[in-house]
């Protein structure tokens, strides 16, 4: 059953996969392609069955990617005769959104809270000099794209592009370009793009560049990007 622009039934479905320490840790170690034999999972608690001394057993670990496979936030990746698993960093970035937007508040409400938490959150890689986009939000929170050179430089979900947002599902393979006319920077979206490019949360108009000024947003897909001169 949908509820707005979330699909309750799929993602009940991803969090009853997700409802288990073994699978989490599993997302973890999948962040790189990797074969069965390489991966170690040892229990998070102990009962009859489980002594976190022990390594979890091939079948179990199967069973759990399984799981994980159903549903479609990992991957199997078959090539040179081996099989590995790696996270879908696009499926769990979609999830991600659709809960975040269960959080969504209307600006009049009042929101208390018991305390106030920590805030673990790493330093991101230092900046260079030089002109650049830099990425608010989501798993990648303030990693700096560098616009170096002459440019062009392009903009999408797909790995060759110069800003490359693979994770996001909901960016375009090849959503937008930015390009330097005299000293000025400008952006425009890429003719047949599927989905809208947004400056300043405003959709442009395909094929019409706009010059872009220190703290645009640039909004691809369901991420942002702030540009700095």
């Known amino acids: ?36 034999a390489e991966m170690e999972v040892r229990p998070r608690r102990r009962d009859a069955d489980l002594h976190p001394e022990r390594a979890m ?19 199997r990746i078959e090539a040179d005769g081996a099989t590995r698993y790696v996270t879908s960093a ?36 230092a900046w260079t000099p030089g002109p650049r986009l830099v990425l608010l939000g989501g798993p990648w929170e303030g990693r700096a794209f560098a616009l170096a050179g002459a440019g062009p430089w392009t903009l999408g979900r797909s790995r060759e592009r110069d800003v490359a947002l693979t994770y996001d599902p909901f ?15 400008t952006v425009r979206p890429e003719e047949g793009a599927r989905n809208p490019t947004r400056l300043n949360f405003a959709t442009l108009a395909t094929g019409a560049p706009r010059p872009l000024r220190p703290g645009d947003v640039i909004g691809i897909g369901r991420s942002h990007l702030v540009f700095q001169p």
Do not use: C, Y
């Open 1 to 36: 059953m949908p509820l707005g622009d979330v699909d309750v039934e799929r993602l009940s479905a991803h969090l009853r996969a997700l409802a288990h320490p073994a699978r989490l840790e599993l997302l973890r170690l999948l962040r790189r392609p990797a074969a069965p």
């Open 57 to 75: 057993s091939r079948q179990s670990i199967m069973d759990h990617l399984a799981t994980l496979e159903e549903v479609g936030v990992v991957n």
């Open 90 to 125: 696009q499926r769990l970035f979609a999830l991600v959104e659709e809960l975040r937007s269960l959080t969504a508040l209307e600006p009049s409400m009042r929101v208390d809270v018991e305390a106030t938490l920590a805030n673990g959150a790493a330093d991101a890689p």
């Open 171 to 185: 960016a375009s393979a090849e959503q937008a370009r930015i390009e330097r006319q005299g000293a000025t920077l």
